[in-house]
Nanobody
Framework: QVQLVESGGGVVQAGGSLRLSCAGSGRAFSAYAMGWFRQAPGKEREFVAALAASGSIRDYSDSVKGRFTISRDNAKNTVYLQMNSLKPEDTAVYYC????????????????WGQGTQVSVSS
């Protein structure tokens, strides 16, 4: 069992930055591939970024590539999403998720999910 808790959301102006954190508890957190997803009001959940357990393989959606960076600190059981050059269209609830295998990371077939943290970007 893995429990995930996101933090770091808030309100920021367009062009600003935020860093989201996802703290994991449970055994073998470092063995899990991690993903970030987001859901805006009235829209379906969408993939944002993913990171293999090794930390050596990353994937980003086209809409955030070059602006967002996913990373992990296994000593702290934490995964981060650094978000720069934020745009109003980045406004959403952001969720982190964990799964054992780094397979089709863009699909939402993860085993564990956090509660989400709200990110609001004003124009």
């Amino acid at each position: 069992q893995v429990q995930l808790v996101e933090s770091g959301g808030g309100v920021v102006q367009a062009g600003g930055s935020l860093r989201l954190s996802c703290a994991g508890s449970g055994r073998a957190f470092s063995a899990y591939a991690m993903g970030w997803f987001r859901q805006a009001p009235g829209k379906e959940r969408e993939f944002v970024a993913a990171l293999a357990a090794s930390g050596s393989i990353r994937d980003y959606s086209d809409s955030v590539k070059g602006r967002f960076t996913i990373s992990r600190d296994n000593a702290k059981n934490t995964v981060y999403l650094q978000m720069n050059s934020l745009k109003p269209e980045d406004t959403a609830v952001y969720y982190c998720a964990a799964r054992r295998a780094y397979v089709d990371p863009r699909r939402g077939e993860y085993d564990y999910w956090g509660q989400g943290t709200q990110v609001s970007v004003s124009s």
